[in-house]
């Protein structure tokens, strides 16, 4: 028995399988293999992530220590992309190149969401509206108000912040928004505020400010078309449930 003891190597018997070096696994488990034979669509969030980290610890392999990072944020990549550079390397194993690293890629990932927002001639409906604010509100952590100036054509003039709050509150004045509209000759406004808490049921106040925003705007024959709440990658739309 003490032979057959003294016959493994030490590094066999208290390394798990999870540290075996990746050009050992089975193809399927090696995600740079994978990505070359099957293409990127074949990977999962956690073998991407995988990619971009390139080794796990001591105890989980790169895979391994991606879904367990993916399951704290409930496997929501916009949760994910909201953790700071400090929160990435609380992690056993991602050290300051590999969490900004992920936050690099997060961030290509949202720009190029955006580039082909842009392209879009003018806005059509509630889901245009929303992914052209929801490029700038997505991984927000405190509420924001943004107006979008639109001219006959639905066109966007320009996108602007007028209100900056709290995780609770924020503040949006009627007279700084319509300013603003009647400086661009905007003919027509999309309203946008985002909820931190991921709820997208509008408030109180929400609506109050909706409709006097709507009233004000009659009186300058500047068309409020829909106030937009962007919650985690989903939205309400006053407009598409009759409340404009």
């Known amino acids: 028995m003490q032979g057959e003891l003294l016959s493994y190597k030490t590094e066999d018997i208290m ?5 075996k070096p990746i050009k050992d696994w089975a193809t399927d488990d090696r995600p ?3 990505m070359l034979e099957k293409g990127r669509e074949a990977l999962s969030d956690a073998e991407l992530i995988a990619i971009l980290i390139g080794s796990g610890n001591s105890n989980e392999s790169a895979v391994d220590l991606s879904r367990r990072i993916l399951k704290d944020v409930d496997d929501n990549l916009i949760q994910l992309s909201q953790l700071t550079i400090n929160e990435l390397m609380a992690y056993t194993g991602i050290g300051e190149a590999k969490a900004l690293s992920i ?4 961030e290509l990932g949202r720009r190029r969401r955006f580039a082909e927002t842009a392209q879009q001639p003018c806005i059509k409906n509630s889901t245009d ?7 700038r509100m997505s991984d927000l952590k405190h509420e924001q108000f943004w107006v979008m100036l639109l001219n006959p054509a639905n066109k966007v003039i320009k996108l602007v912040k007028v209100g900056d709050g709290g995780v609770n509150g924020i503040l949006a004045d009627p007279k700084r928004i319509f ?3 009647l400086e661009f000759n905007a003919t027509a406004l999309m309203l946008c505020h ?5 709820s997208v049921e509008p408030s ?8 006097n925003l709507v009233n004000a705007g009659k009186l300058l024959e500047i068309k409020i078309l829909d106030h937009i709440v962007i919650g985690i990658d989903k939205y309400f739309s006053f407009a598409d449930s ?3």
């Open 15 to 19: 390394k798990p399988n999870t540290t």
């Open 32 to 34: 740079r293999e994978k």
């Open 103 to 106: 936050a690099a890629a997060l």
């Open 129 to 135: 509206a929303f992914e052209y604010f929801y490029m």
């Open 179 to 181: 300013k603003i509209a």
């Open 194 to 198: 985002n909820h931190p808490s991921g």
């Open 204 to 211: 109180k106040k929400d609506m109050e400010l909706t409709h």
């Open 242 to 244: 009759g409340m404009i």
